[in-house]
């Protein structure tokens, strides 16, 4: 196989918010501090190296960047201030722009005016879209029953188009992630049923994030599922329970109390950690690239204008639960559409199956260890 | 031939010492400069766009070009390419280098404006900013008594010239007397140094004020007035015979500063066997008889058979006349307790180099046996204490960590030069007098700079030595037993090492007086706290103050070798002073004006 070093790779990454690269004289303390880091993966030094070597086929192929949290444990104690943490977290931007088919990730994280761009555009879009659908059938002052300005079974359906159009190209993308880490690597062939034995952990690290909680410090673990299960939980919610929670005047409490606890959750997490990007409170929030802060006011913003449009309407003022709704989804579609396949959320996907692929990828590894034993002279 | 358009461009990226300059001031000098016909401040880009800077310099036409920065030697290789395509002379550039000529002035502005000046009338800095000669008091003083001050004063006092030495402890000796070996040839410390303490002690030339510290200079370069206070020793040191028999009746224990605190001394002492001067000292804070104003103990008085102990010793202030000063203050090493996460000053067997060599020293606590420390219960204190007792257990495996507080940017960025070198050594005792024990080294690079050194490193490796490339992370204990977590890089693994002994190779900083000594003479001092040389390629020993030199590693790190030669080398700078009668005025004195006028005369000559 011929490698090919490219000289302008640490450029490149700087874009995606590396910083100082070139100031790592490979030391190996942060991989030696590092938790996380157990053979045969071992990083992130060796991801430094590749950089500034410019081995991209190599990163391209690197499952390491995903199997770190981002502890910040490395920088603290980098002699160089090479900021490996900071380091591996622009990997996993650049990995989800290299795993992007449509190159609207690579547009996005280059520039954080383009992705403000489409999302004005976007919110511009969805908000004329459903004030006309909505003013034309139904009628602004009704939240709900008939004639409604947005009926629930409308915005399900629109839930339901949307999800299946992002999903696929999510599902495209991890794709494409199994080739460039699994698939096109001749050395470790591993078969179906080393994927099929190792299925259950795809579910596991994706519920639990098993492996977040073994750092050493359980803080940003514990924000992270609280913040993560109320997206899910919310999610879930919207798909399925749509009607339910908008329906009236009898109220399926159940699903409120659901909705509420994920509301409450998303909201204090995304603004404790904002807080903690604005404060630099700790290592891995002492850097914030511009897609971010983007993510994160747009997470709080969805979260305040779902939770206020729902009071609204409880609260019996269906014209501002109207207002407010539309708001909602004018956030809602954008940070979906530009998120969720090509941008920070597409990593609730490549993270679980990031670590999937590296148990199978040790499982490879281990079988050819031992055809090769098998072949030797006695 | 047409008259040079010279083009002033000012680049603030730099390392080194970085004054605070008023660029604004200096550009505004710089653009009534005569021939000056373009003045740009570049900004703080570490690099520059030759092509950009091209068409700059055809614009204006600039046919010079002056680059003035705290380094501009950065910046040349662009503007050669920048000139050459613009179809100029690309031997046409000329530096002002701030830090070179003007580091850590008072006024670091105005020496700048001189600095950039003398460029742009093309003179050398060093020809225009010559001190005033000033007459020469033909005594020196030598502050420090380390392998740097002892080499200094002998060399001067043998040409017959005379020298006060003036050094802080109650020994002369500094940190070499502390080692059993010497790197790379691995000679016996003590026999190369103690022949030049006795030398020193019984030199006709050399007067030497030990448990002294200088607490005044006044005066002028050539003529300084320094107060020197002499501390009570509150022994006589003609009197004393070094007998011992005042120590051993003594009842106060305490560290012993000259053991790295790895044994125990008594309240009357004397550091080591071959200390110089001979002579027994008394450490006042500890002294149950001083202590009590003279109510309590006072045993050895009453024990000493020579009357050497006198305690109503009072401190005694000397002043003394001298021309030259040289500085061999040397350093301390850097406080490991700060790196946490090699736990020294908790786990008892992480210890640092300097209680290494005094373990590893025949004439250590141990008698150079290498153990590890062992818990013994103290009589008086009535508390278990780890101890090195010559017949604890010895370590089966010892791992030393470099780089320990150097190379590091959260402590000291820069490197501290022997502790490489000393860390090979250590492995080399280690396989010496415990053969079967392993001993590894990590280390980020080996630092085998110097003549035989890479020969050492070889020799070293044959020895059965594990080098391990990449440097550790962490010392914990689990259930007393220690371990090493690190990346071995070459073999692309992370090892998680069980050994007995860890060994810490401290970096060298700069003893904690330098900074008062700094203020006191003026004496600029660099980044890393070392005094700053006037000119680091060709006067490595001189300052920018008049009649002020200095030897050894108070000037930077470095090794035996390269600070008895710094130290001679002072030595010849001082007895050129004095034996052409002419020494020099301060180069950091000189105003602006002065430097203006005499670059302005040699201009035109
Ligand atoms: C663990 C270790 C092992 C080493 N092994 C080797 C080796 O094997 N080979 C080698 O070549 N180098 C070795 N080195 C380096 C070596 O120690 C130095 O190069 C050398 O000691 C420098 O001598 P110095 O006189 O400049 O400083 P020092 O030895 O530090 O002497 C300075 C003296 O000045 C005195 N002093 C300080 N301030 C004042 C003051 N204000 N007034 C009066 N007196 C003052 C101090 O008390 C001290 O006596 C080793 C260093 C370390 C840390
Ligand atoms: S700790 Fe810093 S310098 Fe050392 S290998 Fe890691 S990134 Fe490089
Ligand atoms: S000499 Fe060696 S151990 Fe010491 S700081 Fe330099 S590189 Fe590190």
Known sequence: ?378 | MSKARIGVYFCTRGNGPNPSLDYKALATYAAALPLVVEVKHLGTSPTLDPVALAKELTAKQVTTVVIAAPSPGYFKTAFTRAMALAGGDPEAIRLASFREHGGGFESPTERAKAVLACAVMDVPFGLAAVPAPSPVHPDTLVVGGGIAGIQAALEIADAGKKVYLVERTPTIGGHMAMFDKTFPTLDCAACILTPKMVAVDQHENIELMTWSEVEEVTGRPGAFKVKIRKKARYVDLDACVACNDCSAICPVSTDSEFDSSISQRKAIYIPFPQAIPNAFVVDAQHCTYLQSGGTKCGACVKKCSKDAIHFEDKDEIVEVEVGNIILATGYEVFDATRMERYGYGKLPNVITALEFERLTNASGPTGGTIVMKSKQFNKRTKQEEWVFDPDGPRPKSVAIIHCVGSRDRNYNPYCSRVCCMYSLKFAHLVKEKLQDAKCYEFYIDMRAYGKGYEEFFERIKDEGIHVVRGVSARVKEVDGQLYLRGEDILEDKVVELPVDMVLLAVGLEPDKSACDISKMLGVPRDDGGWFHESDYNTDPTGTDRGGIFVAGVCQGPKDIPDTVAQASAAAASVLKTILRKQGSESNSDLTLATIENRARQLAKN
């Open chain 1, 1 to 378: 196989m011929t490698v090919q070093a490219d000289p302008r790779l640490v450029a490149e990454l700087e874009i995606y918010g590396a910083q100082d690269v070139l100031k790592c004289y490979h030391c190996g303390n942060c991989t030696a501090v590092c938790p996380f880091s157990k053979a045969p993966f071992i990083f992130p030094r060796k991801s430094m190296r590749y950089l500034q070597m410019g081995l991209r086929e190599k990163l391209k192929s690197n499952l390491e960047p995903w199997l770190c949290y981002y502890c910040g444990e490395c920088s603290e104690q980098c002699p160089r201030e090479a900021e490996p943490g900071e380091t591996m977290m622009s990997m996993r931007r650049w990995l989800t722009a290299q795993y992007d088919f449509t190159g609207i990730s690579n547009l996005l994280y280059r520039s954080w005016k383009m992705e403000l761009l489409g999302i004005i555009v976007l919110a511009i879009l969805t908000g004329l879209g459903f004030y006309m659908f909505g003013t034309a059938t139904g009628d602004i002052h009704k939240y709900d029953g008939p004639g409604a300005f947005l009926p629930s079974a409308v915005i399900h359906a629109f839930d339901w188009t949307m999800a299946t159009i992002l999903s696929t190209f999510l599902l495209i993308n991890c794709g494409r992630m199994w080739w460039f880490t699994m698939g096109r690597d001749p050395e470790h062939r591993a078969t179906p049923a080393m994927y099929a034995r190792r299925a259950g952990l795809l579910l596991l690290h994706f519920f639990t994030q098993k492996r977040y909680s073994e750092c050493d410090r359980k803080g940003p673990w514990r924000l992270h599922i609280v913040l993560m299960l109320s997206y899910v939980s919310m999610l879930v919610l919207i798909m399925f329970f749509l009607p339910m929670m908008q329906a009236g005047p009898a109220v399926n409490w159940w699903a409120h109390a659901f909705g509420y606890a994920a509301t409450a959750g998303l909201l204090i997490t995304v603004a404790m950690a904002l807080w903690g990007r604005v404060q630099k409170s700790a290592t891995h929030y002492k850097h914030s690239h511009e897609t971010d802060w983007i993510f994160l006011i747009m997470l709080f913003y969805v979260a305040l204008t779902g939770i206020l449009q729902h009071a609204c309407h409880r609260l019996g003022s269906p014209y501002a639960a109207n207002i407010l709704y539309l708001a909602h989804l004018m956030g809602v579609v954008p940070m979906l559409v530009l998120e969720v396949p090509f941008s920070k959320w597409a990593h609730m996907c490549y993270r679980p199956l990031a670590m999937y692929f590296s148990h199978v990828q040790v499982d490879a590894m281990a079988a050819k260890e031992s055809a090769a034993a098998e072949t030797l002279p006695a």
